[in-house]
């Protein structure tokens, strides 16, 4: 299947912030859906933030709701998920994928294969 790649990840104090990037050489991000998720250390994953082709975001995490947030850059072929006021509990991997459609509801087809966050003093 196709792949997205993600890149942005590290080492980040609490309270830090950083700054993750999807792209993708085989399509065109902004015709579809790019949601964010993440797998932190023996739990499943779950959905973080999903951004439309129209530009709206929809948020899948009460925990991450005004800290994170999703951006396009279409010229860049780049989707970004902005991570600020970051804790101990946002220490996941972090994996990018591309909807089915142009929006959030219809669920994800393509994925990428994460980066790591780790958020310690």
């Known amino acids: 299947q196709l792949r997205l790649v993600e890149s942005g990840g590290g080492l980040v104090q609490p309270g830090g912030s950083l700054r993750l990037s999807c792209t993708a050489s085989?399509?065109?991000?902004?015709?579809?859906?790019i949601g964010w998720f993440r797998q932190a250390p023996g739990k499943e994953r779950e959905g973080v933030l999903c951004?439309?082709?129209?530009?709206?975001?929809?948020n899948y995490l009460d925990s991450v709701k005004g800290r994170f947030t999703v951006s396009r850059d279409n010229a860049k072929n780049t989707v970004y998920l902005q991570m600020n006021s970051l804790k101990a509990e946002d220490t996941a991997i972090y994996y990018c994928?591309?909807?089915?459609?142009?929006?959030?509801?219809?669920?994800?087809?393509?994925w990428g294969n994460g980066t790591l966050v780790t958020v310690s003093s």
């Open positions: 994928a591309r909807g089915y459609r142009r929006g959030c509801e219809y669920g994800m087809m393509y």
């Open positions: 085989e399509f065109t991000l902004q015709y579809y859906a």
């Open positions: 951004i439309s082709s129209s530009g709206d975001s929809r």
